[in-house]
């Protein structure tokens, strides 16, 4: 069975120190990857999606970047965070064009940005 | 582009009472139609999900939903609520012929179940 990780589960960091979240996938191939940002008491914002090692789309012009070094890991990075970066960030998964557009989604990294 | 909307923002409701959460969603172009839970400080959880077929769909935890394509809807229901079910829920709408799987969420709900 497929399941997928993130991780820290928690981060409080300083205003302009950087940032990377990991998030990783077990148990299929080839995946369409996604980072997401919630807001407090907010839906969800999709950040960026991935539909292959190396390639990145961004949906949102922000200080945030995403990089797939891996076909089953996903990373969301900035270099200097500011305190609108907090929130809680999911990341997830979907199989692709073979299926029914419906995503997996990890336990979310909750940051916190001082 | 495609848009979902969730009148309600916050819904209170007595244990054991039923429940509606209502989803309205705009597309030019067929669509699949989700539903997520997610709980405290966690992930999202599929309750249900339309493809085709069947307008009304079950999921998980007793939960049920009616795809309406005429009123572009695809309302929530419980017959009788539990206190475990106090969470926020998700309606979220995707493009069947998307060139990736791009899923639209709406706003979301906060389900309160009151002892």
């Known amino acids: 069975s497929q399941t997928i990780h993130q991780w820290p589960a928690t981060l409080v960091q300083p205003v302009g120190s950087p940032l990377s979240l990991e998030c990783t996938v077990e148990?299929?191939?080839?995946?369409?990857l996604y980072w997401y940002r919630q807001a407090a008491g907010r839906g969800l914002q999709l950040l960026f999606y991935s539909v292959g090692i190396g390639q990145i789309s961004s949906e949102v012009p922000q200080n945030l970047s995403a990089s797939r070094p891996q076909d089953r890991q996903f990373i969301l990075s900035s270099k200097k965070l500011l305190l609108s970066d907090s929130g809680f960030y999911l990341c997830?998964?979907?199989?692709?064009?073979?299926?029914?557009?419906?995503?997996?989604f990890g336990p979310g990294t909750r940051l916190t940005v001082l | 582009a495609q848009s979902v909307t969730q009148l309600d923002s916050q819904v209170p409701v007595f244990e054991e009472a039923p429940v509606e959460l209502r989803c309205n969603y705009s597309?030019?172009?067929?669509?699949?139609l989700f539903w997520y839970v997610q709980y405290p400080n966690q992930g999202l959880q599929l309750l249900l999900k339309?493809?085709?077929?069947?307008?009304l769909v079950k999921g998980i935890n007793g939960f049920e939903a009616e795809f309406n394509k005429s009123q572009t809807s695809f309302h929530l229901r419980k017959p009788s609520v539990h206190i475990s079910d106090t969470a926020e829920y998700f309606c979220?709408?995707?493009?069947?012929?998307?060139?990736?799987?791009?899923?639209?969420f709406g706003p979301g709900t906060s389900l309160s179940v009151i002892p």
């Open positions: 148990g299929t191939s080839n995946p369409n």
């Open positions: 339309y493809l085709s077929g069947s307008t």
């Open positions: 597309s030019s172009v067929s669509v699949y």
């Open positions: 979220a709408v995707s493009d069947m012929k998307t060139s990736y799987d791009k899923v639209i």
């Open positions: 997830a998964w979907s199989v692709g064009l073979a299926g029914n557009n419906e995503q997996f």
